[in-house]
């Protein structure tokens, strides 16, 4: 994507309903305006909240309040010029029940109160192969205590993912700090069973995972 493209969509986001773009010391060093109050400030109803981390261009986001009016989703990514498509979609579709949040993961537990969240996706998330790369990893340790710390007591967590390393590290994960893994499937595409948002929303990159035969997989859990 060229630069004066990229340029071109930071403005129009700014002029997006839909997106809110903190800067990072609005969260860290003072209390964040929508932060326990997303419900009555941003969506202005009280339905579920659920997120989509590392949302990239908003597929997914949009595909589930499409298939899921009765509640509440943010896409949740960085970079800003490729949620922009996502949000344009929304916009475009009349879709009240979205919205996208620029800001690093890292950062979820100062953007979001604790208690707020009923479930929490994560699609097709960098694997962080390389050992040194593991604090990166969006199921680590450290990151999955932030999402316990903003998720309900009984809210979930689903990865979908096309790395068979990030689905084995992340089960491993799980059974050894001694989570609830509520369902685990290495080929959802090829295993019965799978939930429909799982087959049935698909990401561009995901359609050209497809085409090349890797399979997806997808962890369905609840964080101790």
């Known amino acids: 994507m060229g630069s004066k493209n990229k340029l071109k969509r930071f403005k129009e986001n700014e002029t997006f309903s839909n997106v809110i773009q903190p800067k990072r010391e609005d969260l860290t060093e003072a209390e964040f305006q929508y932060k326990g109050k997303w419900n009555t400030n941003f969506f202005k109803n009280d339905q579920p909240i659920v997120l989509e981390l590392g949302c990239g261009k908003g597929e997914y986001s949009?595909?589930?309040a499409q298939a899921f009016p009765e509640k509440n989703f943010?896409?949740?990514d960085i970079k800003g010029?490729?949620?922009?498509?996502?949000?344009k979609?929304?916009?475009e579709a009349g879709l009240n029940n979205v919205g996208f949040l620029r800001t690093q993961i890292e950062l979820i537990d100062y953007a979001f109160a604790e208690n707020e969240v009923s479930e929490i996706w994560i699609t097709f998330p960098d694997p962080q192969i390389k050992y040194k790369r593991t604090k990166h990893r969006l199921t680590n340790t450290e990151f999955l205590q932030k999402y316990k710390k903003i998720l309900k007591q009984d809210g979930v967590v689903n990865l979908k993912t096309d790395s068979e390393f990030m689905h084995g590290y992340t089960l491993g994960?799980?059974?050894g700090e001694?989570?609830?893994?509520?369902?685990?499937?290495?080929?959802?595409?090829?295993?019965?069973?799978?939930?429909?948002e799982v087959?049935?929303?698909q990401t561009f990159y995901e359609k050209q995972y497809l085409e090349k035969g890797k399979p997806i997989t997808y962890i369905k859990f609840r964080i101790k």
Not at 81 to 87: E, L
Request: aromatic share 10%; glycine share 14%.
């Open 74 to 76: 943010i896409g949740i």
């Open 173 to 175: 994960l799980l059974h």
């Open 89 to 91: 979609t929304a916009i």
């Open 81 to 87: 010029a490729r949620f922009w498509r996502g949000a």
């Open 178 to 196: 001694g989570h609830e893994v509520l369902y685990a499937n290495h080929h959802v595409y090829k295993n019965e069973g799978a939930p429909k």
């Open 62 to 64: 949009v595909g589930l």
């Open 199 to 201: 087959t049935g929303i």
